[in-house]
């Protein structure tokens, strides 16, 4: 794939100022947005438009059957991601899957979809690209001469267990060839589905290489199922907490995103709620709106919440400078301005309070060792 422009660094294009009149695809059950909007390389743009037969008011009656789920493999030629981002505290990053059928409507991730050719909208919760070959990618990596161990996440972009793993298992591969070569790794998602591996974490956890920080958004199982329409339910990701730290397991809680007015008043509560789970850490990110996340997320505000739609953009731009987003480095996680650092002072008390203050988990580099690679002949090790 050529490179394309880093988007934390490109000059954001897409704004919508307030009171813009915004398409309105109505929801699909189960999904984050119904909006299947045009991505920033699309050469041409479609539109519905009245032919005199009154197909526009025919097509709102009639019932659109949910979207279903599409899967496709795809062989990578690499698996890790370098990070050159000051503001992440990891090196090197394994997302074993593009797209992500979570659906939240406020997932960063979404654009990039666009360089799949593919919508930032339905088409990243609906057509989920698995990386098939991840774990043979990643021993590759790992046994190449050149390789040295470094602080590594899995899943900081896109859910490694979304509902697909079920079936595919990749992570699951990942996960072993991690443990192979006692290789440490910190691991972050709202799914309950991270307790199928405990019996692959928690030794590697008890040996100091591993991690898991699951993201808890809300406590409102109602605001949960419109924010996140196929995550986790809030009191199972909680029991997740409780699971992974019963095993043993380093775990922290993600408060993130908090966005003004719809979760932030909760966010003590949050830590709270985790830290009886047996969090005993904790980090948050406010409201991210690059690229073509923001005229889906704030569809998505207009439609859910129309009577606080304008404050919480409001408060959204006295974060990010009057505008929409800033992608600089810095300033895209934490927010500046007077809300950004009253948020900020009420994390770090409640977290101080609760013990969630601690330091992360310090992951072991040095036990590290070099995978064996086969010859197609089976003669010995390739390296």
């Known amino acids: 794939m050529s490179p394309h422009p880093d988007p934390r660094n490109t000059p954001q294009k897409i704004q919508i100022q307030p009171l813009v009149e915004l398409p309105q695809p109505g929801s699909r059950k189960g999904r984050g947005t119904a909006w299947a909007i045009e991505h920033r390389f699309t050469k041409h743009a479609t539109e519905d438009w009245d032919d005199g037969w009154g197909t526009l008011d025919q097509a709102a009656t009639e019932e659109r059957l949910p979207p279903a789920t599409q899967v496709i493999e795809e062989r990578v030629k690499s698996i890790l991601t370098s990070n050159d981002s000051l503001d992440i505290s990891f090196d090197l990053s394994i997302n074993p899957y593009r797209g992500c059928e979570h659906g939240c409507v406020y997932c960063f991730a979404r654009p ?54 079920r079936k595919l298992r990749i992570t699951r591969a990942v996960l072993e060839v991690m443990a192979e070569c006692s290789h440490p790794f910190s691991l972050v998602t709202k799914s309950s589905g ?26 409102d199982a109602g605001l949960s199922r419109i924010l996140e329409p196929r995550a986790a339910a809030p009191q199972r990701r ?7 730290a019963r095993a043993g397991v380093p775990v922290g809680v993600s408060v993130s995103p908090v966005i003004p007015f719809i979760n932030e008043p909760e966010l003590e509560r949050i830590l709270q709620a985790a830290a009886d789970a ?44 009057g505008r929409d987003y800033d992608a600089r480095f810095g300033a895209r996680m934490r927010g500046e301005g ?22 992360r988990v310090e992951l072991d580099l040095a036990q590290f060792r070099k995978p064996r690679l086969q010859a197609a002949d089976g003669q010995g090790d390739l390296f």
């Open 278 to 321: 047996g969090a005993t850490s904790a980090f948050s990110v406010v409201l991210r709106l690059p690229w073509e996340v923001n005229p889906l997320f704030q569809q998505w505000l207009a439609q859910h919440f129309p009577e606080r739609a304008a404050r919480v953009m409001a408060r959204v731009r006295e974060m990010r400078g």
């Open 194 to 219: 991270v307790e199928r591996d405990l019996d692959l974490i928690a030794p590697m956890a008890a040996r100091r290489l591993a991690a898991v920080y699951v993201s808890v958004t809300s406590l």
């Open 112 to 165: 990039t979809h666009s360089y799949l050719n593919l919508s930032p909208g339905l088409d990243f919760e609906t057509r989920i690209i698995a990386k098939v070959n991840a774990a043979q990618r990643l021993r590759e990596a790992f046994a190449a001469r050149a390789y040295e161990p470094r602080l590594l996440n899995i899943g900081s972009a896109t859910d490694a267990y979304q509902p697909v793993e």
């Open 338 to 359: 007077v809300w950004a650092q009253l948020l900020r002072q009420r994390f770090d008390k409640a977290a101080a309070r609760l013990g969630l203050n601690r330091e």
């Open 238 to 244: 909680l029991k997740t907490i409780e699971a992974l």
